[in-house]
């Protein structure tokens, strides 16, 4: 851990954080992530194939665990939210090949183009804003795969990866989560 956390507030250190540090800006994080997963219209394979090469940016162990059809229901009953209507009903559940394949997404034969589309989108959110924002060809690809409410969709449960997952692993928080994945 980087900050203080006492061992009392150990099996829930976000909630240390709300209630100590930073309250209302660690509280607007998580009504950010729980609405990501609640509201989300991308089907759960294009979601969990952007959210898992985030994980593997941000180096957030927790979060490369994290299987959204498996760990919502433990997830909304810690911190509140419904697995109805959210992205753990929207499409095929995917396997533990595909999880393992993600940041090999360009050979991998597994995944549908919007799938790698959304892989891309994540990776170069993470890695090269810049260059992603700039390439007219990418951009093209985008459009024609996705509506603009999928694109801004995507774009903001990327934004809600980068920030909580860089944040809970720069904080140390990521071996000590206020949920782990497999815990309902």
Request: proline share 4%; charged share 20%; hydrophobic share 40%.
């Amino acid at each position: 851990m980087r900050i203080n956390m006492p061992s009392e507030h150990a099996s829930n250190p976000v909630a240390h954080l709300a209630e100590n540090y930073a309250g209302e800006i660690v509280n607007a994080g998580l009504a950010f992530s729980k609405a990501v997963y609640q509201h989300s219209r991308l089907s759960l394979r294009e979601f969990e194939a952007a959210r898992v090469r985030t994980a593997e940016i941000n180096g957030c162990k927790v979060c490369q665990n994290f299987r959204a059809e498996r760990d919502l229901p433990g997830y909304f009953e810690h911190f509140g939210g419904s697995t109805n209507g959210s992205v753990a009903e929207s499409g095929p559940v995917p396997d533990e090949e595909f999880y393992r394949n993600v940041s090999l997404w360009r050979d991998y034969p597994g995944f549908s183009a919007r799938e790698k589309l959304a892989i891309a989108y994540a990776e170069g959110m993470g890695t090269d804003p810049q260059g992603l924002a700039a390439n007219e060809d990418f951009w093209q690809s985008m459009r024609n795969a996705f509506s603009d409410a999928e694109i801004v969709d995507l774009t903001y449960a990327v934004a809600s990866w980068m920030g909580m997952g860089r944040a809970t692993h720069v904080l140390g928080m990521d071996s000590l989560c206020a949920w782990v994945p497999g815990s309902e």
